[in-house]
């Protein structure tokens, strides 16, 4: 889980989130979405046209070097003396041929569609199928190790709701002036605080997969912040965080925030080492950072990266349209490193990684949360199990995958569920309907959905077109939806 998760050096993604084995391309996918661009180097089209054509009119014309001159029987013949009439190809090679030219055209566009495509993955996190399923890889490349939580060692106890409305939550410290640490002594500071976070996913066809994800400690009674699209943005995932020691907690999920990304667990523990947040507006473009967390998930976990500081407030489409800005580094952070920390070198945190740029043509281009924005959305999350303001639908959805898109002629989500508090049903939608524009927009992603609610808060009334999932005519229709306050009960 985890378009998700930074990589530096890895190759890059197609806008499906699946990797794209181009040499030198920096990876992509989930976790995988991220900004659109030309790529600097594609030549301009027509620029590597030939000065003239190789079968016009006066190119020279090279006869058979291997037949004799003056009209002469070749010297040697593999047909024998008489071969007789030559005849042209049949059908069937003709029909063949023609076949790989096609084909032949089809993966041309498809590598010169990929070579200039980019886009901002926010899924950070490597997944695999669970115990049901015969694959023990992730997406095939790396094998899942065994950890604790595997073996059925698992500390439960969490009760209620997880959350406490009296906890301090999270201070942020000044950047100290003192001596810079090195990158070893960073690692030893804040290791400890670095957790594995493996969220089970059971679809509707009872089959699961996990996925990994890294979190943060925050508190020494068991708080650990994570990024939302790690729990799938959901309270009723089964979460395991599994720490630097290999003990293995069960996680109560307390609440997460989709417009900020982020999500607090909770886990039956105390004296915990914590980490030590920093302010990232003391920060310089060009200073030192490093990334620490579980690239590829638990079998690397623990891994640091280091880079800088390439830019601060980063607006980025439309994961900035709440006003969010990120800080932008060029530390590999790679699918699996979703919710660990970024860290200056004084191991204060001073930003939670997030999101990536993946495309052909693009190295170093990670994103993080900033602690300093983050810290007001952690703490409601500690004390209510939601951020107050925040608005939803009422339902469950899933995006249309690219066959049924092409299927059904439209783009857009498909609702999954509708909460009975809901006022969707009562507006004239049910399940298995698609919406395909929200508030005027077209909605081709839950991330398009997402970007659409930031911009309302609850009580305000919506347009929307949902479609019928059935392939009879004039099935889209026009409806007027109010708003509800998301406190975390549904996934819109």
């Known amino acids: 889980m985890e378009n998700d998760p930074w990589n530096n050096g890895r190759?890059?993604?197609?806008?499906?989130?699946?990797e794209n084995h181009q040499p030198g391309a920096p990876e992509g996918g989930a976790e995988n979405g991220q900004p659109q661009g030309e790529n600097p180097y594609t030549p301009d089209e027509g620029k590597n046209t030939p000065p003239y054509s190789p079968y016009g009119t006066g190119y020279p014309r090279y006869?058979?070097?291997?037949?004799?001159?003056?009209?002469?029987?070749?010297?040697?013949?593999?047909?024998?003396?008489?071969?007789?009439?030559?005849?042209g190809m049949n059908t069937g090679l003709k029909i063949f041929l023609w076949l790989l030219v096609v084909i032949a055209v089809g993966l041309m566009g498809t590598f010169a569609?990929?070579?200039s495509h980019r886009e901002l993955v926010q899924d950070g996190i490597t997944s695999s199928a669970a115990s049901n399923s015969s694959s023990s890889g992730f997406n095939g490349t790396l094998p899942k190790q065994e950890s604790s939580s595997s073996s059925g060692n698992v500390i439960g106890g969490v009760t209620g709701d997880g959350t406490d409305k009296n906890s301090a939550g999270i201070t942020i410290e000044k950047k100290p002036s003192g001596?810079?640490?090195?990158?070893?002594?960073?690692?030893?500071?804040?290791?400890?605080?670095?957790?594995?976070?493996?969220t089970t996913i059971t679809g509707q066809n009872g089959e699961s997969e996990v996925g990994e994800g890294?979190?943060?400690?925050?508190?020494?009674?068991?708080?650990?912040?994570?990024?939302?699209?790690?729990?799938?943005?959901?309270?009723?995932?089964?979460?395991?965080?599994?720490?630097?020691?290999?003990?293995?907690?069960?996680?109560?999920?307390?609440?997460?925030?989709?417009?900020?990304?982020?999500?607090?667990?909770?886990?039956?523990?105390?004296?915990?080492?914590?980490?030590?947040?920093?302010?990232?507006?003391?920060?310089?473009?060009?200073e030192q950072v490093v990334a620490i967390g579980n690239p590829g998930g638990l079998n690397f976990a623990g891994s640091i990266t280091g880079g800088m500081i390439s830019a601060l407030d980063r607006s980025i489409e439309s994961h900035s349209e709440n006003g969010m800005t990120y800080i932008q580094t060029d530390a590999a952070i790679n699918p699996g490193n979703s919710g660990g920390p970024l860290v200056n070198?004084?191991?204060?945190?001073?930003?939670?990684?997030?999101?990536?740029?993946?495309?052909?043509?693009?190295?170093?281009?990670?994103?993080?949360?900033?602690?300093?924005?983050?810290?007001?959305?952690i703490n409601q999350l500690i004390r209510s199990g939601y951020v107050s303001g925040r608005c939803r639908l009422g339902i469950t959805a899933q995006n249309l995958d690219g066959a049924q898109a092409n299927l059904l002629g439209t783009s857009g989500i498909q609702i999954k569920s509708i909460a009975a508090d809901s006022d969707m049903t009562r507006a004239g939608a049910k399940v298995g309907d698609i919406i395909t524009k929200a508030d005027g927009k077209t909605i081709s992603s839950l991330d398009d959905l997402f970007a659409v609610l930031e911009n309302h808060k609850p009580g305000d009334t919506i347009s929307m077109t949902v479609t019928s999932s059935t392939f009879s005519q004039g099935s889209a229709k026009n409806i007027s939806v109010k708003l509800l306050e998301d406190k975390g009960d549904t996934q819109n």
């Open 63 to 87: 006869d058979n070097p291997y037949s004799p001159p003056g009209g002469q029987q070749p010297y040697w013949n593999p047909y024998g003396d008489n071969p007789g009439p030559h005849h």
């Open 345 to 377: 070198m004084y191991a204060q945190v001073i930003g939670i990684n997030s999101n990536k740029i993946a495309a052909t043509g693009y190295e170093g281009m990670g994103f993080a949360i900033p602690i300093s924005k983050a810290q007001p959305v």
């Open 179 to 198: 001596t810079k640490l090195d990158a070893s002594q960073v690692y030893d500071k804040l290791i400890q605080s670095v957790v594995g976070v493996e």
């Open 214 to 286: 890294t979190g943060i400690v925050t508190t020494q009674d068991g708080y650990i912040l994570t990024n939302a699209h790690v729990v799938n943005y959901s309270k009723k995932n089964s979460v395991k965080v599994v720490m630097h020691d290999n003990k293995t907690y069960e996680a109560k999920v307390v609440g997460y925030d989709k417009t900020s990304d982020l999500a607090v667990l909770k886990i039956n523990a105390s004296g915990l080492s914590t980490a030590t947040f920093g302010d990232a507006n003391a920060m310089k473009i060009g």
């Open 113 to 115: 569609y990929l070579s």
């Open 11 to 18: 190759n890059g993604d197609d806008s499906s989130g699946q």
